[in-house]
């Protein structure tokens, strides 16, 4: 029950569904009507129901059935409608993880390499979408054209360089602490005016 409302939420076994409209999704939410009010199309390896935005409602995060993890849809909890609505790109955002006491959240994805390229973006959710204001980009692997950490701002889609921390071509073992007080300390930089 979420905000006096019950809600049902289903992973399927699509091939055991006659009802044709169905049989092409893993995850099914309902109402207490058993009304559909979300189809996920394509498989899921599950669901987790949590505050994602930590506005005081359970929110849903729907996990990927891929080889690279932390690739989500969210479903956000919407009050003004008393019901679950998609966020537009949070896809693009693996790994998500809210910046304590701000709106702000970043994401890490492998960029080639054995994970020794690497990416991590920062973002924010307004009108169930999401927008990316910051980039950390971790070069490791051997040929690159510069080896280090390179911080970008964005702004409508483009890319502003605002520092480079040179280092060797290697995997970065210190890549998540780096990346994780990294936002911590600088997010605020990054907000658009």
Same mark, same amino acid.
């Given at each position: ?13 699509? *091939? ?17 009507? *058993?009304?559909? &009010?979300?189809? *996920? ?18 929110? !849903?995060? &729907?996990?990927? &059935? ?33 910046? +304590? ?7 890490? *994805? ?51 360089? &605002?520092?480079?921390? +040179? ?17 911590? +300390?600088?997010? +605020?930089?990054? !907000?658009?005016?």
């Amino acid at each position: 029950m979420i905000d006096n409302k019950k809600f049902y939420f289903e992973r399927l076994d699509t *091939h055991f569904w006659k009802d044709k409209s169905i049989q092409d999704c893993n995850f099914i939410l309902f109402d207490s009507n *058993h009304d559909t &009010l979300y189809k *996920h199309d394509g498989l899921t390896s599950g669901y987790e129901i949590k505050d994602f935005n930590e506005d005081g409602f359970e929110d !849903i995060q &729907l996990n990927y &059935l891929f080889n690279d993890p932390g690739v989500d849809d969210l479903l956000l909890y919407d009050t003004n409608n008393t019901n679950f609505k998609p966020v537009k790109n949070f896809d693009n955002f693996p790994s998500a993880i809210k910046i +304590k006491g701000s709106d702000y959240y970043y994401s890490y *994805h492998r960029s080639g390499c054995a994970d020794a390229n690497w990416d991590s973006d920062l973002f924010y959710i307004q009108n169930f979408e999401c927008f990316k204001i910051g980039n950390i980009s971790g070069r490791g692997c051997i040929g690159e054209e510069r080896n280090g950490i390179i911080i970008s701002k964005i702004k409508d889609d483009k890319k502003n360089e &605002l520092e480079y921390i +040179k280092r060797e071509a290697e995997y970065y073992e210190d890549k998540w602490e780096f990346i994780e007080n990294y936002w911590k +300390k600088n997010y +605020k930089k990054f !907000i658009p005016n």
